[in-house]
């Protein structure tokens, strides 16, 4: 069954550390892959795409295959950080683009 | 340019009774979603649209839940005798199907309350 796992619920960091969320797929294919974020009274909003191989808000994820992971890294960690964030790869079918996002990891940046 | 918006931004309903949630997506978006995020539980895929294909209704918890999308457009979430346990936020998001970008847009969500 295509299942994504993110295995940690809650993680705290003090600013300044970095900060690791881990993200592991299991899907048919080759799916894209996005981090969303979510801060506290706002909408759920894209993060970054592994396709586009960018870093927001210094933000880095790398696709690995070999591990079907797509872990979401920050070497300095900020308090503006704090929010949940949620993985999500996306299979692409004929006429059919299924994305489905992991159960999330509330990051904590404490000062 | 008007993202994807939802109503009511809150309901509180008893017990047993029906509620009706909407979604209007982003204009010329062929795709929908409706997720449930509870505290403590994530999010929660419950149903996709997808231009006029037969809907994926996999994630919903129930038959108590059901939903339409009228015209390719807006989309009505039921719950049927709702129950405490379906209190939640209720979000809805919208996508192109174009590539390369899926990129999902989200509404703000409904919170549903049930006493």
């Known amino acids: 069954a295509q299942r994504v796992t993110q295995p940690e619920k809650l993680l705290s960091v003090f600013k300044g550390a970095p900060v690791e969320l881990k993200c592991n797929y299991s899907y048919s294919g080759s799916p894209e892959l996005f981090w969303y974020v979510q801060y506290s009274r706002q909408r759920l909003q894209l993060l970054l795409r592994?396709?586009s191989r960018e870093s927001i808000k210094g933000f880095t994820a790398d696709l690995n295959k070999g591990e079907t992971s797509f872990h979401l890294k920050k070497p300095f960690a900020q308090e503006e950080d704090s929010a949940m964030y949620y993985c999500?790869?996306?299979?692409?079918?004929?006429?059919?683009?299924?994305?489905?996002f992991g159960a999330g990891t509330r990051l904590t940046v404490k000062p | 340019g008007a993202g994807v918006s939802q109503s009511p931004s809150n309901k509180v309903t008893e017990k047993g009774k029906d509620v009706e949630l909407r979604c209007d997506p982003i204009?010329?978006?062929?795709?929908l979603y409706w997720y449930r995020q509870s505290l403590g539980q994530g999010l929660e895929f419950l149903i996709y649209?997808?231009?006029?294909?037969?809907?994926?209704k996999s994630g919903l918890p129930s038959d108590r839940f059901s939903a339409e999308r009228t015209g390719g457009s807006v989309s009505t979430l039921t719950i049927q005798r709702t129950q405490q346990e379906d209190s939640a936020v209720y979000l809805c998001a919208s996508s192109t199907d174009r590539g390369p970008s899926y990129e999902q847009y989200f509404g703000p969500g409904t919170r549903l309350t049930v006493t």
């Open positions: 649209f997808q231009g006029n294909s037969a809907p994926d």
């Open positions: 592994h396709i």
């Open positions: 204009s010329g978006h062929t795709a």
């Open positions: 999500a790869p996306l299979r692409i079918t004929y006429n059919n683009n299924d994305m489905r």
